[in-house]
């Protein structure tokens, strides 16, 4: 009797073992996914591709858990350069960065041409009009700052003399000041610029019609490159799914938007009409468009007139991840 039992027991056992094991195994082989962090300059739709690709749940698809944290530009990158972030979403500030010197490249890019819209007061009526005003920027260097200076001066006025450009932060914040009246006008994304335009206030100029520059994308440290392809290239596989989601689906996007800006439907799908033409279809950076970038920073003697896009942006980690995940 006592050996029936005791040859049930192991054969019960092995039964077990069979299930428990492979089980173990599946966890093991199954990675936690890697933790990053990564910077945005402001919370609006200029970062939507993170955005989507973090509530979408498409970072963890591809194995990272990303922690995006908002920063204004120049402490992001002293950030990036001391290990206390690793990413950037700020190609502009990347791109300045390396032009100088400083060991950091753009990898990809989210946005072709920035979508800022430049809005006043109501008692102003054109751009000229602003002569003497204070207009209200997120912050001084950045792609906000870039877009308004070449605006300005393509209709008429000079932004160093006709205007006082104002770093305020967040574009909630500049909202904020432009309606209680700190500011005479704002250069502001959506929703922000759509909700002022439904308000009544005048929209004197859109960016994207006078300035195509690479606007928010994905930057990273030298050394990080060189010793991480992999981790990048989860980024950007996520990223890029972001990007052909954004124009593929309008009612899953719009429905990102109304979640992270605690807006209604309507809304939220009229600042996705207003943004969704600008977005990359691949995610690789215009070298073209770093050219102007590069030329204004040449003009104002901030950098050597030999520096050249392809000192400042590696396109190797886009190609591949596009190779990768079929064209």
């Known amino acids: ?61 591809h194995g990272v858990e990303v922690e ?20 950037v979403e700020l190609i502009g500030s990347v791109i300045r960065s390396a032009a100088k010197g400083l060991p950091v490249r ?23 009009d602003l002569k003497g005003a204070i207009v209200g920027l997120t912050s001084i260097g950045g792609t906000n700052y870039v877009s308004a200076r070449l605006t300005l001066r393509k209709l008429g006025l000079d932004p160093d003399k006709d205007v006082k450009l104002l770093a305020i932060g967040d574009e909630r914040l500049m909202y904020d000041a432009f309606k209680i009246g700190r500011v005479d006008a704002v250069v502001v994304a959506p929703p922000f610029s759509v909700l002022l335009k439904r308000e009544g206030f005048p929209v ?68 996705y009409n207003v943004v969704v033409d600008a977005f990359s279809r691949d995610g690789r950076v215009p070298l073209d468009g770093v050219d102007i970038l590069l030329q204004i920073e040449k003009d104002a003697k901030q950098i050597p007139s030999t520096v050249t896009p392809q000192m400042v942006v590696d396109p190797s980690l886009v190609d591949e991840v596009l190779k990768e995940m079929g064209r």
């Not at 950007?236 to 052909?244: D, G």
């Open 1 to 61: 009797m006592k050996t029936t039992l005791h040859k049930s027991s192991i054969l019960l056992l092995l039964l077990i073992s069979l299930f428990v094991v492979p089980a173990s195994v599946r966890a093991q082989d199954k990675a936690a996914p890697e933790k990053v962090r990564v910077a945005i300059a402001t919370s609006s739709l200029a970062f939507l591709v993170p955005f989507v690709a973090k509530d979408r749940g498409l970072y963890l698809k």
């Open 68 to 87: 995006l944290i908002q920063m204004r530009p120049n402490v992001a990158m002293a950030a990036l350069l001391s290990g206390d972030i690793d990413y």
């Open 106 to 128: 753009a990898i990809s890019t989210s946005i072709k041409a920035p979508f800022f819209s430049i809005i006043a007061q109501n008692k102003y009526k054109t751009i000229k």
């Open 204 to 271: 004197l100029a859109q960016t994207a019609q006078y300035v195509t520059i690479p606007f928010s994308g994905l930057g990273t440290t030298i050394d990080r490159i060189k010793s991480n392809r992999r981790q990048i290239k989860k980024l950007l596989k996520a990223e890029i799914e972001a990007l052909r989601s954004i124009q593929a689906d309008a009612a899953g996007t719009t429905e990102v938007i109304r979640k992270r800006f605690s807006m209604e439907e309507k809304l939220a799908r009229e600042s």
